[in-house]
């Protein structure tokens, strides 16, 4: 199975901040590597998906770039409501999908 | 309106069973991929089980011979039935759809807990 690890594992930011969360395969994944974004008791988001396509709805100070084994998810201008748990996760060899532990977004 | 909501969930002791239901509304389960991911608590995200549009399935190791996955077209329901219940399976279980390239889960139920406690 391709191990998905996401750094940093947690992170303090202000609003109006660019941030940026990275995520490695543990091998060549091409560019099916997805984010998802998940608030405290509700469902995970779908953010972006094949690397860089921003899913309907996600505004655009979130992109995602990279490929093979590395990958970014950046937010260009944090917002209050973007404080949240983001996920990376591989779809190029399925099953299993596997997701990276997440990295948790918080409020400096 | 595209949703997924699911039910099911519950407290369970070791060793029991549980069947969670997942409706849809909006499209077509049987021309999607279906899939279910679970979520321990405080923990991250696990992929569980999923149904093609062709009807087979695959499970994580985690839960292979334990947990069955099914989909009845006529009601518009993919299920997931859990049999030999343990305490590491407690979690939020959320069924989601894979109808988005490549392969990532556009749409997700709400979630169902599932308690395995003695």
């Known amino acids: 199975d391709i191990q998905m690890t996401q750094s940093p594992s947690s992170l303090s930011a202000s609003v109006g901040d660019r941030i940026t969360i990275t995520c490695r395969a543990s091998r060549s994944i091409s560019n099916y590597l997805n984010w998802y974004q998940q608030k405290p008791g509700k469902a995970p988001k779908l953010l972006i998906h094949?690397?860089?396509s921003l899913q309907s709805g996600v505004p655009s100070r979130f992109s995602g770039s990279g490929s093979g084994t590395d990958f970014t998810l950046t937010i260009s201008s944090l917002q209050p409501e973007d404080f949240a748990t983001y996920y990376c996760q591989q779809s190029y060899s399925t099953p299993p999908w596997t997701f990276g532990q997440g990295t948790k977004v918080e409020i400096k | 309106e595209v949703q997924l909501v699911e039910s099911g969930g519950g407290l369970v002791q070791p060793g029991g069973s549980l069947r969670l239901s997942c409706a849809a509304s909006?499209?077509?389960?049987?021309?999607?991929?279906m899939t279910w991911v679970r979520q321990g608590p405080g923990k991250g995200l696990e992929w569980v089980s999923v149904?093609?549009?062709?009807?087979?399935?695959y499970y994580a190791d985690s839960v292979k011979g334990r947990f069955t996955i099914s989909r009845d077209t006529s009601k518009k329901t993919v299920y997931l039935q859990m049999n030999s219940l343990r305490v590491e399976d407690m979690a939020v279980y959320y069924c989601?759809?894979?109808?988005?390239?490549?392969?990532?889960?556009?749409?997700w139920g709400q979630g169902t807990m599932v308690t395995v406690s003695s």
């Open positions: 094949a690397t860089s």
């Open positions: 149904i093609y549009s062709s009807g087979s399935t």
């Open positions: 909006g499209f077509t389960v049987s021309s999607n991929y």
């Open positions: 989601a759809r894979i109808g988005v390239s490549p392969d990532a889960f556009d749409i």
